[in-house]
């Protein structure tokens, strides 16, 4: 599995990013995949996450309303998966490295609702991660 992410960068706060993720050799047919953050010595954020088997996508308490996440879930085995990440109203508690993942063990955001639980896939399903950086 490769993730790849672009769409990060500095902006003001009250500003908007894109984000986008494109994930190749993913050749099962149900996943889940979706977007952590980590801010400078802080643990991991499980920010937002879509999937084939959930009747909504997933956003943490801190996003929601602000952030979107958007997958044509694509289920071709042969199909790149893809994931995008559209960020409003940033703001600079929004800084951080976010990082795509793709999770193949299950068809639902679990690593993502059920974090206490769940641990995140390895990381050979990670992208590299991109920069998102809010200034005040």
């Known amino acids: 599995v490769q993730l790849v992410e672009s769409g990060g960068g500095l902006v003001q706060a009250g500003g908007s990013l894109r984000l986008s993720c494109g994930a190749s050799?993913?050749?099962?047919?149900?996943?889940?995949i979706g977007w952590i953050r980590q801010a400078p010595g802080k643990d991991y954020d499980r920010v937002a996450c879509?999937?084939?088997?959930?009747?909504?996508?997933?956003?943490?308490?801190?996003v929601k309303g602000r952030f979107t996440i958007i997958s044509g879930l694509a289920k071709s085995a042969n199909a790149q998966k893809s994931a995008y990440l559209q960020m409003n109203s940033l703001k600079p508690e929004d800084t951080a490295i976010y990082t795509c993942v793709v999770d193949t063990r299950v068809n639902q955001c679990l690593a993502w609702t059920q974090s206490q639980v769940v641990d995140l896939p390895s990381r050979r399903s990670w992208g590299q991660g991109t920069q998102v950086t809010v200034s005040s």
């Open positions: 050799g993913v050749t099962v047919e149900h996943y889940a």
């Open positions: 879509i999937s084939t088997g959930d009747s909504r996508p997933f956003y943490a308490d801190s």
